[in-house]
């Protein structure tokens, strides 16, 4: 595999805007709706207990005040052999660093003393119901063999990840009820992250330099969505670009991990002995339910979102995202769906994205494995060995058909919706994957003013 490409996310976010006319009724059934979802757990009679900010270790020693902590920018781990490793599934977790002694934005305040100008006016980042942690995230996620999970459909969505060998799959059925994981995957610190208000899914590495942090969801949204916060300085950060918008560490960006939405048997059948994310018990959640059920419509408004969306597109058209450098296009599903592979040229960058029917959206049906088919996508270089490949999708392709479905002219080998070649002459080779987000529109554009609409004339 070529060196992972870095890239960082980009935050061009309009000047605050007066709510929409019509918002407040739909904020308010929203407002209810994550209620619900904060308070889930109470008909378990468990509590789920808040993350420990307090006692000895808030006064470690060299822990930086919140008027001097440097925006930090992240280093991206060494990339290593993409040859997949059999990982137990008793995993080892790198846990996050202790509380620092830092003015906390979450709880005292985004304009609070002491703390940098936060990147977007507080007006505009709106409470959904919930407290901090009321949708608690996943800290010591469990998993098992992809072989031995029962309580998954072929067709549900996953989201697939794969680092220095070791594959990991996070059930969108249970992201929907948490929208944090906290985990260590081929040997790194990672953070997985869901938000069904804008349907985007996105990784971080969650290491800044030497500092390690783990995210919690802190029960606010802008642009409607997941705005986190982290556990060591309490800095909110937006879940769509992986940036401190507040605290003691505004400015500083996550290095985001290419991740993959697809269909569960996808996953299943390029990594049999790959890790699923299992459903956490005790929680009183009703993990395979969709609690935001019908919202998945491109005729829909999303809710908690301030101001006009991008009049381009209807503001819920599924689009995919790519970003590569400092360029970013976005390009309708349908448009996508209706090629089967699309190349791009990305700020001079040649890229080139693929569609695979066969993925139920997790946000339309009241149970999640049962709405309309998505697909999935991916995007990659496709340079192999210096040579520019060319792919078609296999007519009638489907991920029920396999974990095939492209072609390239070149060679005729065959390659699956995740990049693997897995049969003919390139098979093993691993294509790059670029970053890239499946969302809706009205986030695509008001997470990025200047970016791009594909159209297929060019």
């Not at 697909?375 to 496709?382: E, I, L, M, Q």
């Not at 065959?414 to 049969?423: E, V």
Request: aromatic share 6%; glycine share 10%; net charge negative.
């Amino acid at each position: 595999m070529a060196p992972r490409q870095r890239h960082s996310s980009r935050l061009k976010v309009a000047p605050a805007r007066p709510l929409a006319a019509g918002g407040i009724p739909a904020l308010l059934a929203a407002a209810l709706m994550l209620i619900a979802l904060g308070c889930a757990d109470a008909s378990s009679g468990e509590e789920e207990p808040a993350p420990d900010t307090a006692g000895s270790d808030a006064t470690q020693t060299g822990a930086p005040s919140a008027d001097t902590a440097p925006a930090t920018t992240a280093t991206a781990p060494a990339t290593t052999t993409p040859a997949e490793v059999i990982v137990d599934v008793k995993v080892t977790q790198i846990p996050g660093g202790p509380r620092e002694v830092t003015v906390s934005a979450l709880r005292e305040g985004m304009t609070a003393p002491l703390l940098p100008e936060p990147l977007v006016s507080p007006v505009d980042v709106l409470s959904g119901g919930p407290a901090p942690d009321g949708i608690p995230a996943i800290d010591v996620p469990e998993f098992e063999r992809a072989t031995d999970v029962g309580f998954l459909q072929p067709q549900e969505a996953v989201v697939a990840l794969t680092l220095n060998g070791d594959a990991r799959a996070y059930p969108v059925q249970v992201l929907l009820w948490h929208e944090i994981v906290n985990d260590t995957v081929g040997g790194e610190p990672v953070t997985i992250t869901y938000c069904p208000l804008c349907n985007t899914a996105i990784g971080y590495y969650r290491q800044l330099g030497d500092r390690i942090f783990d995210f919690g969801t802190s029960g606010r949204l802008y642009n409607s969505a997941l705005v986190m916060y982290d556990r060591q300085t309490e800095s909110l950060w937006a879940h769509y670009t992986g940036q401190a918008i507040a605290g003691a560490l505004t400015g500083s960006q996550l290095e985001l991990i290419p991740v993959a939405t697809v269909a569960f048997e996808t996953f299943l059948d390029e990594h049999p002995n790959g890790l699923v994310l299992t459903r956490p018990g005790g929680l009183g959640r009703q993990y395979g339910t969709n609690p935001y059920a019908n919202y998945d419509s491109p005729d829909g408004n999303p809710i908690f979102f301030g101001g006009t969306p991008d009049p381009r597109l209807p503001p819920q058209t599924r689009v995919l995202v790519v970003r590569n450098g400092g360029a970013s296009l976005a390009v309708q599903h349908d448009s996508l769906q209706s090629e089967g592979v699309l190349p791009l040229d990305l700020g001079g960058s040649q890229v080139v994205a693929f569609h695979l029917p066969g993925t139920a959206t997790p946000i339309q049906h009241d149970q999640v494995a049962f709405g309309r088919d998505v697909g999935a996508t991916g995007v990659f270089d496709p340079s192999v060995n210096g040579q520019v490949l060319t792919f078609t999708r296999v007519p009638d392709a489907a991920s029920s058909d396999g974990p095939g479905g492209f072609t390239d002219d070149q060679t005729g080998t065959t390659w699956s919706i995740l990049g693997r070649a897995l049969a003919g002459p390139l098979a093993g080779t691993q294509l790059q994957p670029i970053e890239h987000i499946d969302t809706f529109w009205f986030a695509a554009a008001a997470y990025d003013l200047d970016i791009s609409l594909h159209t297929l004339d060019g």
